[in-house]
């Protein structure tokens, strides 16, 4: 059965070459194609921020002038965000959802090409935004009324990407909602299926209630900017403070969108090099079900500076430190799964390992940002810039790269090269650290972000971050060279790729063939 | 072997679509809600009272007051940010009262055959004196596309609040005019959209 290779197993004619792509319904090309373009989104959001950290480099102006380096931290934060990070998470999902609950494919599987085929147009509208006059939109990632109901044309290039990535974004949640529901092997009850699933059922719900939000303020922004409305126009009776309370209804499940399917990565890796199945499985579910239920009523942290009310102040805050006890629930349980373990450390127990310690720092970082009066003093500092690139990523970014790795064997049939992954490891954290950990010094010191000119005394810090800024995307293309390495031959990968590793995708063989589970497999 | 997906599947999984699709259309129009349901709870609560002005009335009255003990020198200052214009203050400094109503000018050319919009972005000296200097009417409020060649008188009245330290005797008001790319064709320039 080893040797059966995906085009014995078409059951059909189907189109070659670039029409395959195209076309495809197959929740594994589906799943290729977003990792693929997620990783180029990474790349080019990687540029802008490189460019950034030059100009940062030394304080005065070297290499850009101030309204580029604005769209640059714009369209790095943007990209980033909607381009690589999610993106990506949908392209495991894709990938391994059907696999870990036995499912033949996705339950739309046509809807599923047009979520993925969606993006790219998206994209070009977003990058090419930089070539329209005026440039890109330049209001930071936010879009923050009025900055962005005065922007250029940029802006409303960027309006209309986002929507369209809304769109892509939902459909692709509606669909990952429905395999999950629907779809599951007989015998995959819910409290049986791997915590990777749960997560991003939760996180699927979460997208299905917050990005119509998003597509309705930058729809209110779009009408701000050309139809005369003034949801935002303080002249025409409306508030720009109303956007940030839409944007951030929006933004604060955003950022658990784009780390609980980092949570579930991890909690599918650590019990495989641990060698003991996943401590408190339930209680994980329930902390994943609470985290999303309390992203709805913390948004006003992100606006203490706005001039709230003490009582809102302390509510939002208070709200907001006990996300910390689902979160702690968590880090506990993957440190209770290590502990008396039968630990080894291939290269995805590294990054998953890497990713609870410095996730944890960008947790707790979090937690000081929360308690109003600091976060007051922080406000727009670095040392905002540090914690959220600490959560996404030390937290997200390293708990893709932590499945990549882990799921490279059954997505190329080989196993990706352990020496290259310990270097990509270690080189990205090391300068992951020597980037970020200066930040949370000169948020403190008082340095303001999104600024391309600083005072003398951040010099140094500012030097540091850069260097290790560089050495850090430069890092990047060792994972670039072990993926193609992997794909390209390597040792074989035997169907369960690492020794103990539970669940139904290490029962297909490795590469999983092009169609899997057309007969329901038996759940023990 | 008989299809995984039957029919019975498929009429359950469109079910749940339209359901979650419906959802996704609510929470659409939820975004919109959240805008009534805002000014309701400022209404309520009494903050952010924009909607009803008047009600902050008494505090600005007792602003008004002319502060005739003491005087500030305003000094202005005008700079260009790669803009080919000719921008200056009609008068270097005045001398007010706090709490004095002052109407000042400056004078802006642009000397390019072809029209150009810029944005003039206001900065203070010292830094806190930005919040006693109560503008209320600037040309930094709104883009000013100047035609080719237009020559323009643009105005600026403002208060300074009688509340300002007592050991602040100058405030320089600076003026840099950014040139708006991409927005030339907006004309005049109100309102800030085109």
């Known amino acids: 059965m080893a040797a059966v290779t995906p085009e014995q197993l078409h059951g059909h004619h189907a189109p070659s070459g670039l029409m395959r792509w195209l076309t495809t319904t197959n929740h594994k090309d589906i799943g290729t194609m977003y990792m693929v373009f997620s990783f180029i989104m990474f790349l080019s959001g990687g540029v802008m921020a490189l460019t950034i950290r030059a100009e940062l480099f030394q304080p005065g102006l070297q290499v850009v002038q101030p309204e580029f380096f604005n769209q640059l931290t714009t369209m790095h934060g943007l990209v980033m965000v909607f381009g690589a990070i999610m993106p990506a998470f949908v392209g495991f999902a894709n990938w391994m959802i059907p696999l870990m609950i036995g499912a033949s494919d996705m339950a739309f599987a046509r809807m599923n090409n047009w979520s993925f085929w969606l993006l790219p147009p998206a994209a070009i509208l977003l990058i090419g935004s930089f070539f329209v006059p005026g440039g890109a939109t330049a209001a930071g990632w936010t879009l923050y009324a009025p900055l962005s109901v005065q922007m250029g044309m940029g802006m409303d290039l960027a309006i209309f990407a986002i929507h369209i990535m809304g769109i892509s974004s939902i459909m692709g949640a509606i669909n990952i909602v429905?395999?999950?529901?629907?779809?599951?092997?007989?015998?995959?009850?819910?409290?049986?299926?791997?915590?990777?699933?749960?997560?991003?059922?939760?996180?699927?719900?979460?997208?299905?209630?917050?990005m119509p939000v998003l597509a309705g303020a930058v729809t209110m922004v779009l009408t701000d900017r050309h139809f005369g409305t003034s949801?935002?126009?303080?002249?025409?009776?409306?508030?720009?403070?109303?956007?940030?309370?839409?944007?951030?209804?929006?933004?604060?499940?955003?950022?658990?969108?784009?780390?609980?399917?980092?949570?579930?990565?991890?909690?599918?890796?650590?019990?495989?090099?641990?060698?003991?199945?996943?401590?408190?499985?339930?209680?994980?579910?329930?902390a994943t079900a609470s985290i999303a239920i309390l992203s709805f009523a913390v948004w006003a942290h992100h606006m203490f500076a706005t001039g709230m009310p003490a009582a809102g102040q302390l509510f939002f805050m208070y709200a907001t430190m006990l996300i910390a006890?689902?979160?702690?629930?968590?880090?506990?349980?993957?440190?209770?799964?290590?502990?008396?373990?039968?630990?080894?450390?291939?290269?995805?127990?590294?990054?998953?390992?890497?990713?609870?310690?410095?996730?944890?720092?960008?947790?707790f970082t979090g937690l000081i940002c929360a308690i109003a009066p600091i976060d007051i003093q922080v406000q727009d500092t670095y040392y905002v810039v540090a914690h959220f690139h600490y959560v996404l990523v030390a937290g997200s970014l390293f708990a893709l790269f932590a499945g990549a790795y882990y799921w490279l064997p059954k997505w190329t049939g080989h196993m990706p090269s352990e020496a290259l992954g310990k270097l990509h490891f270690w080189c990205s954290m090391i300068f992951f650290n020597i980037t970020f950990f200066p930040m949370h010094f000169l948020g403190l010191a008082g340095m303001p972000r999104r600024i391309p000119d600083y005072a003398l005394q951040f010099a140094d810090f500012n030097a540091m971050a850069s260097v290790g800024a560089f050495g850090f995307g430069l890092s990047q293309l060792i994972f670039l060279v072990a993926v193609v390495k992997c794909i390209r031959g390597g040792e074989r990968a035997a169907a369960r790729s690492w020794e103990s590793a539970e669940g139904l995708e290490w029962t297909v063989p490795s590469p999983a063939p092009h169609h899997t589970f057309e007969e329901a497999p038996v759940i023990r | 072997m008989k299809p995984r997906v039957t029919d019975s599947l498929a009429a359950d999984n469109r079910r749940l679509l339209v359901r979650l699709a419906l959802s996704a259309v609510v929470m659409f129009g939820f975004g919109f809600l959240l805008v009534p349901f805002y000014e309701k709870i400022c209404e309520v609560t009494g903050i952010n009272n924009f909607l009803r002005p008047e009600a902050e009335a008494g505090a600005q009255a007792a602003n008004t007051q002319i502060d005739t003990s003491r005087s500030v020198l305003v000094q202005f200052d005008a700079n260009l940010h790669d803009l080919p214009w000719r921008f200056q203050p009609v008068q270097r400094s005045v001398s007010v009262h706090p709490g004095e109503l002052v109407h000042v000018e400056y004078e802006v050319s642009n000397t390019r055959p072809e029209p150009i919009t810029g944005q003039a972005v206001p900065s203070y000296g010292p830094q806190l004196a930005g919040q006693y200097l109560r503008k209320l009417d600037c040309f930094c409020f709104a883009q000013q596309t100047l035609a080719p060649g237009e020559k323009r008188i643009m105005p600026v009245v403002f208060v300074v609040d009688p509340a300002l330290p007592t050991d602040v005797n100058t405030i320089t008001l600076s003026y840099t005019f950014f040139e708006l790319k991409g927005r030339n064709t907006a004309a005049g320039g109100a309102g800030g959209t085109s």
């Not at chain 1, 629907?182 to 299905?208: E, Q, S």
Request: hydrophobic content about 55%; overall charge positive; glycine content about 10%.
């Open chain 1, 178 to 210: 429905v395999t999950v529901l629907n779809m599951r092997a007989p015998g995959m009850t819910m409290m049986k299926m791997p915590l990777f699933c749960w997560t991003w059922l939760i996180t699927a719900y979460l997208l299905i209630a917050v």
């Open chain 1, 231 to 286: 949801f935002f126009n303080a002249a025409g009776g409306g508030d720009p403070v109303m956007y940030q309370h839409i944007f951030w209804f929006f933004g604060h499940p955003e950022v658990y969108i784009m780390i609980l399917p980092a949570f579930g990565i991890v909690s599918q890796i650590i019990p495989t090099f641990a060698r003991k199945p996943l401590f408190g499985y339930a209680s994980m579910v329930y």
């Open chain 1, 325 to 363: 006890v689902p979160t702690g629930v968590k880090v506990f349980n993957w440190v209770a799964t290590m502990w008396r373990g039968a630990l080894s450390f291939e290269t995805p127990m590294l990054w998953a390992v890497g990713f609870i310690f410095v996730f944890t720092m960008g947790g």
